[in-house]
């Protein structure tokens, strides 16, 4: 990957299953991307999965605001969806508990 003049290198894979599920979900559900990553890595790691076609937008670092130095907080105001009606996957719950009331 190559971002601001600097060449970027980095291994992904795919958990099993995960292009078959992503399939099924895409025929019933919107998927949309929210990651602290900046859009360059995000869409470059989408790309080299093929999992682009089954994405229907990309949140990124630039959707976050910044709580420091190091650290952002994705603010979920930006997906513009009932967030009653959204399924959250994330490895950070702490990227949202300090605005939103997560049990």
């Known amino acids: 990957m190559y971002s601001k003049n600097t060449i970027y290198s980095f291994w992904v ?7 078959s ?3 099924e ?3 019933v559900y919107e ?8 859009a360059d890595y995000a869409e470059a790691v989408l790309k080299e999965l093929g999992l682009l076609s089954w ?4 949140f990124h670092r630039e959707h976050c605001f910044a ?3 190091s650290a952002v907080i994705k603010d979920l105001s930006v997906i ?7 399924i959250l996957i994330d490895v950070r719950i702490i990227k949202y508990e300090h605005i939103y009331e997560i049990s």
Do not use: E
């Open 13 to 19: 894979t795919k958990r099993p299953g995960l292009k």
């Open 21 to 23: 599920f992503l399939q």
């Open 25 to 27: 979900m895409s025929q």
């Open 31 to 38: 998927i949309v991307i929210y990651t602290s990553g900046t």
């Open 55 to 58: 994405i229907s937008k990309i």
């Open 67 to 69: 709580v420091s130095d």
């Open 80 to 86: 513009s969806r009932n967030l009653q009606n959204i």
